[in-house]
């Protein structure tokens, strides 16, 4: 008896949420027609136009702008390609040393272990 109930209630929600995307699919049309306006394009126009006005544009020369900010940008990248190398040379000492590659460097014979076995002869 419980899951005719639990079924009905089921089956009105469904034909509730039915009726009423019916009733209101023409607003959301017509919503999303008015709303395409508003791409990415329009939003970069918008804000090109905006720097376009803007004092800051207007004092200074556009390449002088355009400049200082590649200058900062590659002042940026420069940085995070240090701290990433560092990053690298750090995880590379880590799995050398979980792999135990240290320990074999030091096994590794002296300098003059060639020098002693021609003094030998």
């Given at each position: 008896?419980?899951y ?22 023409f ?25 376009k006005?803007?004092?800051?544009f ?22 995070m ?7 690298l ?17 030091e ?6 272990y ?8």
């Amino acid at each position: 008896m419980h899951y005719l109930i639990a079924f009905a209630v089921f089956v009105g929600s469904c034909t509730g949420i039915y009726l009423f995307l019916r009733k209101k699919i023409f607003y959301i049309r017509s919503e999303v027609e008015e709303q395409r306006g508003f791409g990415v394009k329009d939003i970069v126009q918008s804000f090109v136009e905006q720097f376009k006005q803007s004092k800051l544009f207007q004092r200074h020369a556009p390449e002088k702008v355009l400049h200082k900010t590649l200058s900062r940008a590659r002042i940026v990248a420069l940085k995070m390609e240090n701290k990433i190398a560092f990053w690298l040379e750090k995880l590379r000492m880590r799995a050398q040393k979980k792999n135990g590659a240290v320990q074999e460097e030091e096994k590794k014979l002296p300098g003059d272990y060639w020098e002693r076995l021609k003094g030998k002869k």
